[in-house]
């Protein structure tokens, strides 16, 4: 059995789009974090826990008409220490 499949890792990741995304949009990027920065854009951030998920998210942000600027894989969060 590899890794994978017996441990579930989260990768974090920042998300930066043009323009500055009113706080209501928060609860629609559910466990991300969203910062309105000194240069015009939005950077979205937080766990996501597979492709399938960064994918969501992407598409989220099409459909409401964003403009991508960036997308960072930061780290990966895995099961706590014992």
């Known amino acids: 059995m590899s890794a994978e499949s017996s441990d579930h890792v989260s990768l974090r990741y920042e998300i930066r789009v043009v323009g500055h995304l009113d706080p209501r949009w928060s609860a629609w990027f559910e466990g991300?974090?969203?910062?309105?920065?000194?240069?015009?854009?939005?950077?979205?951030?937080?766990?996501?826990?597979?492709?399938?998920?960064?994918?969501?998210?992407l598409r989220r942000l099409r459909d409401i008409g964003l403009?991508?600027?960036s997308i960072t894989q930061i780290d990966a969060m895995g099961p706590a220490d014992t």
């Open 32 to 57: 991300l974090s969203l910062s309105l920065e000194n240069d015009g854009t939005t950077l979205i951030s937080g766990p996501i826990p597979d492709q399938a998920a960064l994918h969501g998210v």
């Open 67 to 69: 403009t991508l600027v």
